[in-house]
């Protein structure tokens, strides 16, 4: 495969990616939070089983097998509860956009951990990211505090978890690349999540299934965005431009806030918008701190 193919493929991952948020909300509101996550990730997982395999779990180093597969989990879990338990659909992309915090807190956590090159960029780059999500939050009335906190405690658990989300992924990526040792357990994580998503809907009551072809639709194609995705962006690390491929993934969540509005039928107010930008940009300048710091 060529450079410029396997960059596209890289950003056809992205895209698929970006309407993630769009499609669980979609979904949960036909099976349930719980019941709609666990589908999505069995048939996910069985997507990636056909197209990257199963590993060879012998060969894990203990420490990746462990903690990656633990950090991994409780990140797909926040993240697929955080949407599926959102009041209103505007509030599940609102709760998507906080969980974009995590590009611009993985940076920040690899100059601590990993000794990371950065430049005093990395500064106004954070901050401009966290004043997006306030944005977000503030709605018409800009950076209100009264209204930001109206917000988050109308559904602190959907927000909670959001926010937990994105700092589970930054430890996921900033500690599985020091303890991977080029190990991928892609496919037996998403399985994992899936039975921890199962047991979880069978160990209490949970809302019947609303079943609808549009649901039926959904879950289909948020089973190829997670399960295609991932394979996808494999092939564009390895093979692609990953300075191109790096520099669009920043754009995820102003990208996957309009392919969610788009498949939940909302209108977003141009205060979302703007700070959906302004994450995209703190982020972009976090990762751009590393590379002037060169």
């Known amino acids: 495969m060529t450079q410029n193919r396997a960059t596209l493929t890289g950003l056809i991952a992205i895209l698929l990616w970006s309407a993630i948020v769009g499609l669980i909300r979609s979904v949960s509101e036909g099976f349930g939070a719980v019941g709609g996550a666990a589908m999505i990730y069995t048939l996910s997982a069985l997507l990636l089983l056909f197209t990257v395999g199963f590993p060879r779990i012998k060969s894990f180093p203990r420490a990746y097998l462990l903690l990656g597969s633990l950090l991994f989990v409780c990140y797909e879990l926040c993240l697929s509860l955080s949407l599926g338990f959102a009041d209103t659909r505007t509030q599940a992309i609102e709760v998507g956009m906080v969980n974009y915090l995590w590009p611009a807190m993985t940076i920040v956590l690899s100059v601590f951990v990993n000794r990371q090159k950065t430049s005093m960029v990395i500064i106004p780059g954070m901050l401009l990211a966290v004043a997006g999500i306030c944005r977000v939050l503030g709605g018409?009335?800009?950076?209100?505090?009264?209204?930001?906190?109206?917000n988050l405690q109308s559904n602190p658990l959907s927000y909670g978890l959001a926010f937990s989300g994105a700092a589970i992924?930054?430890?996921y990526c900033v500690v599985t690349r020091r303890i991977a040792q080029g190990s991928n357990g892609i496919t037996l994580f998403f399985m994992l999540t899936a039975v921890t998503l199962w047991v979880k809907f069978l160990s209490a009551p949970q809302a019947e299934f609303t079943l609808n072809t549009p649901v039926m639709i959904n879950l289909l194609l948020a089973a190829c965005a997670m399960g295609f995705g991932y394979a996808a962006w494999n092939i564009g690390i390895l093979h692609g431009n990953v300075t191109v491929l790096a520099t669009a993934s920043y754009f995820i969540p102003v990208i996957s806030a309009l392919l969610a509005a788009f498949i939940l039928g909302t209108s977003l107010t141009l205060s979302f918008w703007q700070g959906a930008a302004m994450v995209s940009l703190g982020s972009l300048l976090c990762w751009w701190s590393t590379r002037s710091a060169r």
């Open 140 to 150: 018409d009335r800009g950076f209100s505090f009264s209204q930001i906190a109206d």
């Open 169 to 171: 992924w930054a430890v």
